[in-house]
């Protein structure tokens, strides 16, 4: 299944629940084609004010300004089909972190979907067997350095392509997987990208990622990685997972809420699938209606630490 750019919703049509799914399927890394163009990100006096106002919001938040954040390093996401069974995802690598941020901005979404910078990121969710042989999926604990739902979590690595190394998503999730876990190439198998969202909370598009690994969960915990996120290995099984995913949503960042569904699916479902969908788009228009989301993001993410203190 594929869907061309159009299908992004805008402010106006935030039909979610969260994400909204673009492309789905099962494509292997040399399936997988970047098409580059530029200058498709359209800009303007006005959209250029807006991203500025959102970008020096940000800033007052006490992040400090890096060399290179207000320079092109990261691709927008333009579209994607699937021709021929390659999955194409056409971007525009002009996009700075500065971009990124601000295309947050809902005033800006409502000047159009050609002004609103969205960059392209990865996720991978890793699947290990414990000592006993039952199959869990790592989430990645966020840390408070994170700009987006600080001590929420995703699923166990991800991050975004560089455009000054010419990264292919495959290429940025491996690296995203060696840098956050400690896991080389050869210690992981299995390899496969299974879809594309557009996020609506974050204003990004994820590409998502499924793989396996030999090591344990413990293996993997002894492993030295950066400081970005704490990893801990949670149970798959149908009915603690799909507990798990709907009093955790709000802590969640959206890329990795759909990826945790579509593994569901692969396990559970279409049916499955379509009663969790249903279940959270209920939380989502609370969310979207409510006056303090950040209180309420808060309060999940409390419930998460006491759920994943003991794993």
Not at 44 to 59: A, D, R, V
Not at 199 to 217: E, K, M
Not at 223 to 238: G, L, Q
Not at 250 to 267: I, N, P, T, Y
Request: aromatic fraction near 8%; charged fraction near 30%; charge should be positive.
């Amino acid at each position: 299944m594929a869907r061309n750019n159009k299908n992004i919703p805008s402010s106006k049509n935030q039909e979610g629940p969260f994400f909204k799914l673009l492309v789905e399927g099962k494509f292997l890394p040399n399936q997988i084609k970047i098409k580059k163009g530029f200058g498709i990100l359209k800009r303007n006096l006005k959209s250029e004010l807006l991203i500025e106002n959102e970008w020096q919001k940000f800033l007052t938040s006490g992040f400090k300004l890096r060399s290179g954040d207000t320079k092109p390093s990261r691709y927008h996401f333009v579209g994607a089909k699937v021709k021929n069974g390659q999955l194409i995802i056409k971007v525009d690598p002009t996009i700075s972190y500065r971009d990124a941020i601000g295309g947050r901005s809902l005033k800006l979404k409502k000047m159009g979907r050609k002004f609103v910078p969205v960059p392209i990121g990865v996720v991978a969710a890793i699947i290990a067997k414990t000592n006993s042989g039952e199959e869990k999926l790592g989430i990645a604990i966020r840390n408070l350095k994170h700009d987006y739902k600080p001590g929420g979590y995703s699923v166990t690595a991800g991050g975004n392509a560089q455009t000054q190394d010419k990264e292919t998503p495959t290429e940025t999730v491996i690296r995203e997987i060696k840098e956050e876990t400690g896991l080389s190439p050869k210690e992981i198998y299995g390899l496969i990208c299974r879809g594309i969202t557009y996020n609506i909370g974050s204003s990004t598009a994820g590409v998502i990622f499924f793989v396996q690994t030999h090591l344990t969960p413990v293996d993997i915990s002894s492993k030295i990685h950066d400081d970005e996120n704490r990893i801990v290995f949670i149970p798959i099984r149908k009915k603690w997972f799909e507990k798990f995913i709907i009093e955790t949503a709000l802590a969640s960042v959206e890329d990795g809420l759909a990826a945790m569904l579509l593994l569901g699916k692969d396990r559970y479902g279409e049916k499955w699938f379509e009663k969790m969908m249903k279940s959270l788009s209920k939380i989502w228009t609370k969310y979207i209606i409510g006056e303090n989301r950040k209180k309420m993001e808060q309060k999940v993410i409390r419930k998460l630490k006491k759920l994943t203190k003991n794993l």
